[in-house]
């Protein structure tokens, strides 16, 4: 089954303690980009990458780092997580060009206390 | 900046009804108009999507009508069923040239009534 997966759907954790959230999609899709929801403010890009070892800063890129040493996986770093960054994240991925059609993953919902 | 404006923020719809969705934007260099359905607990999904060179899109009880001089785009849903209630967001692809951008309105909470 063709998918996104991400890992941990659920985390609560307090300020300062880094923590990595998983994302990987089994479709071979060049473009994988991550997305945090909040209400009244929609989705909005955190950082992107275009290929393996390609990445660059979305719109909210703040206190995020990403890598993509493989095809497959695009994981979210926050180093020194704080309580604004509690929030409801998305991986997506696509191919290149076709970015309309992207691919979400079920979505990992963070508490920093 | 808020480059794709979407409205209303909710909508209540009865059962059978039209629901109707708008989006606005102005970067004239987007090249692909998406509408993502998002129900509780789950990642949006794409519903249907236009390209700027068409006026109107029509899948099953989805239409995106399209006015390019205007600059706006919107959904409507026929015969609205409660199985629509979900999230709507309206969306605008920038292309290769933009690093594939996509870029998101604020999202519409539809609620369909029985």
Redesign the interface.
């Known amino acids: 089954e063709a998918q996104v997966t991400q890992n941990p759907r659920y985390l609560i954790t307090v300020t300062g303690k880094k923590l990595t959230v998983t994302c990987s999609q089994n479709m071979n899709h060049e473009y994988m980009s991550w997305y945090r929801q909040d209400p009244g403010l929609g989705l909005r890009q955190i950082y992107y990458s275009m290929n393996v070892e390609v990445t660059d800063k979305g719109d909210v890129p703040e206190g995020y780092k990403v890598s993509r040493k493989e095809k497959r996986n695009f994981p979210l770093i926050l180093e020194s997580p704080s309580p604004n960054q509690t929030s409801l994240y998305f991986c997506a991925s696509s191919f290149l060009g076709s970015s309309y059609e992207q691919y979400f993953g079920p979505g990992t919902r963070l508490t920093v206390t | 900046q808020q480059q794709v404006k ?1 409205s209303p ?1 909710s909508l209540i719809v009865q059962k059978g009804g039209i629901s109707i969705i708008n989006c606005a934007y102005e970067n004239t260099a987007f090249d ?3 509408w993502y359905q998002q129900f509780p ?6 519903l249907i ?1 236009i390209r700027p060179d068409v006026s109107e899109k029509k899948e099953g009880r989805f239409t995106i009508s399209f006015n390019k001089s205007a600059k706006q785009f919107s959904l409507h849903i026929m015969d609205s069923q409660p199985g629509d209630s979900a999230t709507y ?1 309206c ?1 605008a ?4 040239s933009s ?9 519409t909470r539809l609620a369909v009534r029985p």
């Open positions: 979407q923020q692909y108009f998406p607990g789950k990642g949006p999904a794409l999507a967001f969306a692809s920038g292309g290769k690093g594939d951008k996509l870029t998101f309105g604020t999202g």
